[in-house]
Antibody, heavy 119, light 110 residues
C-alpha cells in the first residue's frame, strides 16, 4: 500500500524548534518531488516547501524562508522538515505529500502531524 | 502568499450539478492549469483531478475538470451526500516559484 506517515509534531514554545519526519512506503521515494503543506485548524491549505528527487533543488514559502529547511534521505525513504524560530503563525497540521511532477498535483497525502506553538 | 480565489461556499440539491470555480492569473492557473482536491472533515486532502484535467484512477466519472484562461472549474454531476466536503484548487506559480492553493469551497448538498 502506498502510504505516507508523518511524525514529530507537538507543543513548542515561541522561538523554539521542531523536526518533522515523513516515512514513505509502497513506492520508491527517490522517483518523486516531495512537498510539505500545512493547514491551520479550520482554515485552508498552505504550501510550505518542496524538494526534488536528489535534494539538490528546494523551494520555500516566503514566510518560512531562512527558518525552515526541507531535506530527504532516500535510503531511509524519509522526508524531513526542520523548523526553527517558530511563531504562533506556524501552528497548523503539517502534511507531507507526493508530487506527481509533470501531472502537476499532490496525489498521496499523509494523515498529518499537529504543531502547536504556544507558551 | 498570493493564493487562488474560490467562492467560500456553494449549496446545491441532491442529484443536482455543482460547478466550483478557481480564479488565478497567467502565472499559475493560466500557465499550466490547476489540480483539484477534496477534503472531508478530519481527513487529509484527496486528489480529484490533475492539472491536465484528467482524473486519477478510482475517481468518479461524475467529476470533471476544465480550464478557460485563468479560471479552472470542477463540475460534479448527480450530487450525492458524500460529495459534501471542502474542495481546493492548487497550481504552481512560476513568478513566485511556489505552489498556491485556493481558499477552499465548502460544498453543501441539500
Amino acid at each position: 500500500e502506498v502510504q505516507l506517515v508523518e511524525s514529530g509534531g507537538g507543543l513548542v514554545q515561541p522561538g523554539g524548534s521542531l523536526r518533522l519526519s515523513c516515512a514513505a512506503s509502497g513506492f520508491t521515494l527517490n522517483n518523486y518531488w516531495m512537498t510539505w503543506v500545512r493547514q491551520t485548524p479550520g482554515k485552508g491549505l498552505e504550501w510550505v516547501a518542496n524538494i526534488n528527487q536528489d535534494g539538490s533543488r528546494k523551494h520555500y514559502l516566503g514566510s518560512v524562508k531562512g527558518r525552515f529547511t526541507i531535506t530527504r534521505d532516500n535510503a531511509k525513504n524519509s522526508l524531513y522538515l526542520q523548523m526553527n524560530s517558530l511563531g504562533a503563525e506556524d501552528t497548523a497540521v503539517y502534511f507531507c505529500a507526493r508530487d506527481t511532477g509533470d501531472l502537476g498535483a499532490f496525489d498521496i497525502w499523509g494523515q498529518g502531524t499537529m504543531v502547536t506553538v504556544s507558551s | 502568499q498570493a493564493g487562488l480565489t474560490q467562492p467560500p461556499s456553494v449549496s446545491k440539491g441532491l442529484r443536482q450539478t455543482a460547478t466550483l470555480t478557481c480564479i488565478g492569473n497567467s502565472n499559475n492557473v493560466g500557465f499550466e492549469g490547476a489540480a483539484w482536491l477534496q477534503q472531508h472533515q478530519g481527513h487529509p486532502p484527496k486528489l480529484l483531478s490533475y492539472r491536465n484535467n484528467n482524473r486519477p484512477s478510482g475517481i468518479s466519472e461524475r467529476l470533471s475538470a476544465s480550464r478557460s484562461g485563468n479560471t479552472a472549474s470542477l463540475t460534479i454531476t448527480g450530487l450525492q451526500p458524500e460529495d459534501e466536503a471542502d474542495y481546493y484548487c492548487s497550481a504552481w506559480d512560476r513568478s513566485l516559484s511556489e505552489w498556491v492553493f485556493g481558499g477552499g469551497t465548502k460544498l453543501t448538498v441539500l
